[in-house]
């Protein structure tokens, strides 16, 4: 096995370590190892897909407007749904020789282009018009990342879940409303990382809980308001207390829930059922490295995020899952086998350097392919004539490098250059997690969006919305509200709001107080308390012996190290100048559970 070596990023700079099993896996799919840290390739592979803004645009073929993630004015064939999905247009019709003395990236990126790309990714999605990359999904409004999800709005990533609102990253959740990586929910409210519960809310890792409010790190309680037990006729007189169908009320169960986060110490890494993983917000996953929200049966995986569902030997993965296995360096793929470096390809086994492919085999650098073998740049081959020209293609990408503006290089075994995305960066999943401002960006040779003016009229500030949703009129659905936060912040703050019907229907049947937010914020927000970026830091046990670090929580067993100060450290999702109280998992263990 070979040892460790030491490189410097192309991009940031700084030394990244590539490990003895690092250079085992390159080996086994025949790639040469990154010359980018894992950081910047993660954000690369985000600049590469917008799930936030949608846009209205024409049609490449039919002219008539539609809603897209590609901005008006991208040099790129964008077409409708119905045209996209229809036999008016060829994908073999823009195939073209490989010309071995050019740049791989410069040829893929003007085939890219010139090929028709869906205005949305959606497969077998029904009434998902305002909605991207949903898979097998209905009924859902402004959602990202849908799969097997129904009657769904503003939310991200929901996995077979159903009639629920602003969620993030959930699995089996149904009739819920801003929760976050949480599996098994029912009408829950304001909750992360909440598993197997019900009839709650205001929860933080809590599991089996029942008719809980306002608790953290509860285990198959039932009963309790902000960690303290009561009896049923009690719970159900002192939760009169607490109408979160009041605004104001609201806020004030938002400012007790996050005092009493503030004083509890919380586990180093939330994980369940899983063993010999670093990370964070993994579930029933082995041997995961370097992971941010991986669930149900992940196995062998490094730098992955947002993936799940027995994906098994990959490497830096955003949005993989069923079953896949021996990915790298893609984002979007489900059920498929040795996929590297592309971009929505679900159903596709050998693939490489490809953008919306599926159920293909042997493609290499095509776009828009379907059901088909042995092609490269879109043009068809013979099994032989495929396997004798795919190596002398590799070979050339690897001694002729595309460089950018900033002077970095791009060979063989590279993602897509940021020079080439489709989507603006400040459009893009990136400018989520690693923000730039506009000059920070073009410094860095990144493409920037104007947002152009908006043409409507604000009819309400939210100080004037009604304070309980008992009193919300069904006419505050023809008001256009304004968000408080005004555009002021980094989160795609749209600056205005409307109320659906059928989401005022859904307030009112949960009891929840109107938002004074726009979708995209609330987003924001909730990334925000699930600590959204994707990071490890070096972190020692706040546990003192007998109380925390900053003396808030005063522990209440005896812990392994009696009055002296844990030795313990692990590597935290959680950076250390935030405030949350890290306990080792010994800590944990003793202390609350």
């Not at 085992?24 to 980018?36: G, K, L, T």
């Not at 806020?251 to 919380?266: G, I, M, V």
């Not at 920037?448 to 009129?473: C, F, V």
């Amino acid at each position: 096995m070979a040892e460790e070596e030491k490189k410097f990023c192309q991009n940031c700079q700084q030394e990244f370590t590539i490990e003895p099993e690092d250079f085992e896996f390159y080996r086994r799919i025949d790639v040469p190892p990154p010359m980018f840290c894992w950081q910047c390739r993660m954000q690369r592979r985000l600049a590469i897909r917008n799930e936030r803004s949608l846009y209205k645009r024409a049609c490449g073929l039919c002219k008539k407007d539609t809603i897209s993630v590609y901005s008006p004015g991208k040099d790129l064939n964008v077409y409708c749904q119905d045209c996209y999905k229809s036999d008016a247009w060829d994908p073999f019709s823009y195939g073209r020789d490989y010309d071995l003395s050019k740049s791989l990236f410069e040829q893929i990126d003007r085939l890219f282009r010139e090929v028709p790309r869906p205005a949305l990714n959606l497969t077998n999605a029904v009434n998902c018009t305002y909605s991207e990359d949903c898979v097998n999904s209905k009924n859902c409004y402004l959602v990202f990342g849908a799969y097997h999800a129904d009657n769904i709005m503003y939310s991200y990533t929901p996995i077979f879940s159903r009639n629920s609102v602003d969620v993030t990253f959930t699995n089996q959740v149904e009739m819920s409303y801003e929760v976050s990586n949480s599996f098994g929910l029912y009408n829950v409210r304001f909750a992360h990382v909440a598993d197997e519960c019900m009839d709650s809310a205001f929860l933080y890792d809590c599991k089996g809980s029942k008719n809980c409010f306002g608790c953290v790190n509860l285990r198959n309680k039932n009963y309790y308001i902000f960690n303290k037990p009561y009896s049923k006729n009690d719970y159900q007189e002192e939760i009169k207390k607490w109408d979160i169908g009041s605004y104001t009320t609201l806020q004030r169960a938002k400012q007790e829930f996050q005092y009493l986060l503030d004083k509890t110490p919380r586990r180093w890494a939330i994980t369940a059922n899983s063993v010999d993983v670093s990370g964070n917000n993994i579930n029933h996953a082995k041997n995961c490295h370097y992971c941010f929200s991986v669930t149900e049966g992940c196995e062998n995986l490094k730098f992955t995020v947002m993936s799940g569902l027995a994906m098994k030997d990959s490497y830096d993965v955003w949005g993989g899952g069923d079953k896949s296995q021996l990915l790298y360096e893609v984002t979007g793929c489900i059920g498929g086998e040795r996929v590297m470096f592309t971009n929505n390809t679900h159903g596709c086994v050998n693939v490489q350097y490809s953008n919306k492919c599926f159920h293909s085999q042997n493609l290499f650098g095509c776009a828009g392919i379907k059901k088909k073998n042995y092609c490269i740049l879109n043009k068809p081959y013979s099994k032989s004539e495929y396997h004798a020209l795919l190596p002398r293609i590799i070979e050339s990408a690897k001694n002729n490098p595309f460089i950018d503006r900033a002077g970095r290089e791009y060979r063989y075994g590279e993602f897509f250059p940021m020079e080439h995305m489709p989507v603006a960066y400040n459009e893009s999943n990136a400018y989520e997690r690693f923000p730039l401002t506009k000059q920070e960006a073009e410094e860095k040779g990144f493409s920037w969006h104007s947002e152009p003016e908006r043409n409507y009229t604000i009819t309400m500030q939210t100080g004037s919305l009604p304070d309980h949703i008992k009193d919300a009129p069904d006419s505050i659905t023809n008001e256009v509200i304004a968000c408080e936060h005004a555009g002021s912040c980094q989160e795609h703050c749209t600056t205005a709001f409307k109320i659906t019907p059928s989401e005022l229907d859904f307030y009112r049947q949960i009891n929840i107080a109107l938002p004074r937010l726009c979708p995209n914020c609330r987003h924001g927000q909730r990334d925000k308390r699930r600590n959204g970026m994707f990071e490890l830091h070096d972190r020692t046990c706040q546990c003192a012996g007998e109380r925390s670090e900053n003396g808030l929580y005063q522990n209440e067993m005896k812990h392994f190290h009696g009055t002296e100060h844990c030795p313990n450290s692990f590597k935290s999702a959680f950076a250390p100048e935030r405030k949350e109280i890290m306990y080792c998992e010994k800590c944990y263990q003793a202390e609350l559970i």
